[in-house]
């Protein structure tokens, strides 16, 4: 039996990412209809990744109090320039079991 796996993309506006009225584009990629990731891109460089009741932010900058309710289970910064680190933002996404991955923390 032959196994055909069928990646599906979809792109939608999402909601607002900061003050100044920027949209956010969510980009799921549903693999074999069961699996899914969803990618929001945040501001400047920053990425959200969402799988399997999994959450890694990458560079997350200039995020909204909303994100409090998402909080990360990894976050990934990729060095200290302050347009891919704001330690407010660290501490807002982050609880007890979250890891962070970093060469300056």
């Given at each position: 039996m032959k196994l055909t796996r069928?990646?599906?993309?979809?792109?939608?506006i999402?909601?607002?990412?900061?003050?100044t009225?920027v949209a956010?584009?969510?980009?799921t990629?549903s693999?074999?209809?069961?699996?899914?990731v969803?990618?929001?891109?945040?501001d400047n460089a920053?990425v959200?990744?969402?799988?399997k009741?999994m959450?890694l932010?990458?560079?997350?900058?200039?995020?909204?109090?909303?994100?409090?309710?998402k909080?990360?289970?990894a976050?990934?910064i990729?060095h200290?320039?302050s347009?891919?680190?704001?330690?407010?933002?660290i501490n807002?996404?982050?609880k007890?079991?979250?890891?962070?991955?970093s060469?300056?923390?």
């Open positions: 069928r990646v599906s993309i979809f792109i939608s999402g909601g607002i990412v900061t003050v009225a956010t584009p969510i980009i990629i693999i074999l209809n069961y699996n899914s969803n990618l929001t891109l945040l920053g959200m990744i969402e799988t009741g959450r932010y990458i560079d997350p900058i200039n995020l909204p109090e909303s994100y409090g309710n909080p990360a289970d976050i990934l990729t200290s320039h347009d891919h680190y704001q330690s407010s933002i807002m996404l982050q007890n079991e979250t890891l962070i991955f060469q300056m923390l």
